[in-house]
């Protein structure tokens, strides 16, 4: 996918240059880079997920900064960095229902036999490579607590 991913950003940034969204095409520069640089720093173009670890980590700064702003009274960047995670956003897989969630939860749950919360460890590896990039992994965290509490 990652391949994928880095020609539609490639196609996007192009169609955004012609069309003249400067907001858009900064935004697909700034997540081209990212990739960019985290394949640089592992040394291997990036697998799917990797790819998907980058955006979400994206998508989650800029949230965070909006929030930030919000609090400050800078609506004008808080906007920004909204637009910003929206358009990081539209490249993320769609996310998960919280059916789905509970199903893989409970899946790992009983392949790892987990009854306790010593092994949400062990629960949440396999919960973590199945949801990936479609789910708040802080969200994935509680659920399986709440489960095994």
Request: charged share 30%; net charge negative; no cysteine.
């Amino acid at each position: 996918m990652e391949n994928t991913m880095l020609q539609q950003l490639t196609d996007d940034m192009k169609s955004a240059m012609k069309s003249g969204d400067k907001v858009r095409l900064s935004a697909i520069r700034m997540l081209r880079a990212a990739i960019k640089d985290r394949e640089i720093e592992v040394g291997h173009a990036l697998a799917a997920d990797e790819s998907l670890a980058v955006l979400s980590r994206l998508v989650k700064q800029r949230n965070d900064a909006a929030r930030q702003y919000a609090e400050a009274g800078r609506a004008d960047l808080e906007e920004k960095e909204l637009l910003e995670a929206a358009i990081f956003q539209a490249y993320m897989p769609e996310p998960l229902s919280d059916e789905e969630l509970a199903a893989i939860i409970e899946a790992a749950v009983v392949e790892t036999g987990a009854s306790s919360m010593r092994e949400m460890g062990a629960v949440m590896n396999i919960v973590k490579a199945k949801a990936q990039g479609r789910a708040d992994m802080g969200k994935l965290s509680a659920i399986v607590k709440q489960r095994l509490g």
